[in-house]
């Protein structure tokens, strides 16, 4: 989960005309000596490439800046997604992972309410339980499929999860379909058990 992509979009009139894309992800180094690894970071035809020196035994993290003018735009009537191609390579050896995110902004405000991508939106959302009649917690992703459609049908573009780390099945046809998520950790508190699960939700959740 350690790679992050974070659009950040450029505005002319109200129109996303072109994106910056900051991307970093993070190396583990399992053998006994340092290691040179070459990272690149690939999307919408533009590529960084990038060097770092992994400790033995030991980590290291690599960061990446990309610009696409004209992105495709993530909303949720028309949910295009991009995907960012970042490879790892040390000597002969190579290790590519692929992460689908959308380039989309949002923000509050206290007098207007919720906007994205610069235009007001309601929020119309239902709490969604992650079960299904007959086969109780164990969906396929059809069936999430099938859940997130329906609830779009009937005028939904939100939902919160309910009381734990979504499928990540479920994230994905939400990504596809046009749903935003208040993603729901089990507990709120200060106790290092809390703070866990929030991390973990945040790192493995937040593309």
């Known amino acids: 989960d ?22 970093s ?3 583990v180094n399992e053998t006994d000596i340092d290691r040179t690894v070459s990272v690149s970071f690939a999307t919408g035809g533009e590529k ?10 030991g980590r290291a993290a690599a960061n ?15 949910p295009e997604l991009c995907e960012m191609t970042t490879t790892a390579a040390c000597g002969n050896l190579t290790d590519t992972e692929t992460t689908t995110y959308g380039v989309r902004s949002i ?7 919720f906007f994205l991508n610069g235009r007001r939106l309601e929020i119309r959302g239902a709490c969604l339980h992650q079960d299904f009649a007959c086969v109780g917690s164990a969906l ?6 099938y859940k997130i459609r329906r609830l779009r ?24 379909l046009g749903m935003m998520v ?26």
């Open 140 to 145: 396929t992703y059809e069936l999430h499929e």
């Open 182 to 207: 208040m993603d729901e950790t089990r507990m709120f508190g200060s106790s290092d058990e809390a703070v866990d699960e929030m991390t973990s939700i945040v790192r493995r959740d937040r593309n």
């Open 107 to 113: 923000r509050f405000d206290p007098d207007e309410g």
């Open 2 to 23: 350690s790679v992050f992509v974070k659009p950040v979009p450029e505005f002319d009139n109200d129109k996303i005309t072109s994106v910056r894309i900051d991307v």
């Open 64 to 78: 990446g800046e990309l610009n696409v003018n004209n992105p495709r735009v993530w909303d949720v009537d028309t």
């Open 153 to 176: 049908e009937m005028g939904c573009n939100a939902i919160r999860t309910t009381h734990n780390a979504p499928a990540p099945e479920l994230l994905e046809a939400c990504d596809k």
């Open 48 to 57: 960084f490439i990038t060097e770092i020196v992994v400790p033995s035994f």
């Open 25 to 27: 992800c993070e190396i």
